[in-house]
Structure formats: C-alpha cells, structure tokens
C-alpha cells in the first residue's frame, strides 16, 4: 500500500511538472490597440528579457527564468534586450533581438543553440542565436543583424556596407559615385550633389533609403531641395519621399568597386539601369 502511494505520488508530482502553465507577463500595449489586434508572444524557457523597446521590465532574475513566458504586444517592431542562460550554455553579454509582429498572429522567440561539444562554457552571440518566428507558418519575423551591418552578401546589405555605412556620422565620409555622365555625392548629413559632367549643372538636397524589414529590396529617394531652407528633422518627418522626391532608384547590384541603379523615377528614366563606380573621401 505504502508502495503503491508512492508511486501515485510521484505520478502526480510528474504531471503537474508536465503542465506548468507559462508565466503571464500581461500586455504591453503602448499603441492602445484592440485587444483583438494584439499579437501574443510566447518565449521559450531559459530566455530572459532584460529590456523591451528600451525599458527595463523586471521580469525577474536570469536564474528564475526556467518555464516559458507569454506577453501580448502591440503590433509592429519591437526590440528586445535577452539574455540565454540554461545552466549550462549562456550568453556573454546581452544581444539585441529585433521582431516584426502583425496584429492578431502568434509568435515564439526560440533559442538555437551552437555545437552540442561546447559545455560549461561561457558563449557569444553567435553560438546562441535568438529568432522570432510565426507559431503557425514558422515565418522568420526577426530582423537579420548580419544584414542590418553589411555583412550579408545580398544586395541590400551590400549597399549599406558599401555605400551607407561610410556616410554615417561615426565614419563620417563622403561616398563618390561616377559614371561617364553623372557625379552623384553621398555626404555624411544625409545630403548629396548631383553633378551633369557635361553640361555641369549641379542639384542638390537630402537622400533617403527605405528597405522592408527582411532586406528583401531597397529604394533610394533624392529630394532635391535647397538644405539651407529645410532641415534634416524636416525632410525626414513632414517629407512623402515616395511621391515628392524626384529621383527614387533601386539598388540591384552592388560590389565594393561599384553599384547599379535601376530607375523608377524620373518618368524620362524609368525601368533604366545605370551603374556607378564607388570611392569615398
């Protein structure tokens, strides 16, 4: 009897570890969406969210975070600030995680885990990497780092190793391109010259560059206006680049030695691809 009693109490000791329920973090909804509208997150055990979107949330100690959690969120970008830690593997220092979430889907952040040899051993971001996907499609929602650096051999992040990354302000170059007809200057405060080499007419004014989230293409916008006049706040938050800007091209191929434009406007220009060889000073 004793025996038996035993036994039931582990069988229920068992079961009741099988069904613990994920720690409930609430909602977070900054955009006071509907309720309906809320995207539901569920994060896998032994990843601790240090920051959301730059908050620090308490979610507990690194140590604690032994279940899986849930959280609705508004939809839209969000950034998280994790730590991975199983007892065992566990990350340096905290990585950043950046996720798209659509309104009313279902998403999990997971952990994928580097070589299975590695033990007891303190790890980078690049053994434990962290990915947000959709629950049902398993579509990645993560913003890929390696393509937001240059590191990426696609063309878009070509483009922004190449011909963006020089012209931001901790670099703080100018980026020169030029073919047999045309000087376009990419300067570090977001404004450019356009050059005719043969007429020499010169225009000037702010550019832009807008990708989807995935990197799967790029635009580049040149609104030609008089920067004295405008400001860079100006152009950024009360410009449609989209319909006002004058030149708008996509990026389509891209090296070190050179880019290739395909037009979309001017109309005069349209569908036209054009190539540039590349130089900063």
Not at 103 to 126: D, E, I, N, T
Not at 150 to 179: A, C, F, H, Q, W
Not at 201 to 222: A, C, H, I, M, R
């Amino acid at each position: 009897m004793k025996h038996f009693v035993g036994i039931l109490f582990f069988c229920l000791i068992f079961t009741s570890c099988l069904s613990v329920p994920p720690i409930d973090r609430g909602v977070v909804n900054n955009a006071k969406v509907e309720e309906s509208d809320l995207a539901i997150l569920n994060i896998e055990e032994n990843i601790y969210i240090k920051r959301l979107n730059e908050k620090d949330m308490g979610w507990g100690k690194v140590s604690q975070i032994k279940r899986s959690q849930i959280v609705k969120l508004n939809p839209g970008v969000h950034t998280f600030t994790v730590i991975y830690n199983d007892g065992e593997l566990y990350t340096k220092s905290p990585m950043t995680v950046i996720g798209k979430l659509e309104k009313g889907q279902s998403y999990v952040m997971k952990a994928m885990v580097g070589p299975l040899s590695v033990k007891k051993a303190m790890v980078g971001p690049l053994s434990v990497n962290i990915r947000i996907e959709n629950s049902v499609t398993e579509e990645n929602a993560t913003l890929n780092m390696q393509l937001l650096r240059g590191s990426d051999i696609g063309v878009v992040s070509s483009y922004i190793k190449y011909v963006l990354n020089p012209t931001m302000k901790e670099n703080n170059k100018s980026v020169r391109l030029e073919n047999d007809t045309t000087i376009i200057i990419y300067k570090p405060d977001m404004t450019y010259t356009q050059q005719n080499k043969q007429t020499g007419f010169v225009v000037s004014g702010y550019k832009g560059f807008v990708t989807d989230f995935l990197f799967k293409e790029g635009t580049v916008y040149l609104y030609e206006t008089d920067v004295s006049k405008i400001t860079k706040d100006e152009f950024l938050n009360k410009i449609d680049c989209n319909n006002e800007a004058q030149t708008k091209f996509i990026p389509i191929k891209c090296s070190e030695k050179s880019v290739t434009y395909k037009y979309v406007k001017p109309e005069s220009m349209k569908d036209k691809e054009v190539t540039f060889n590349i130089s900063q000073f």
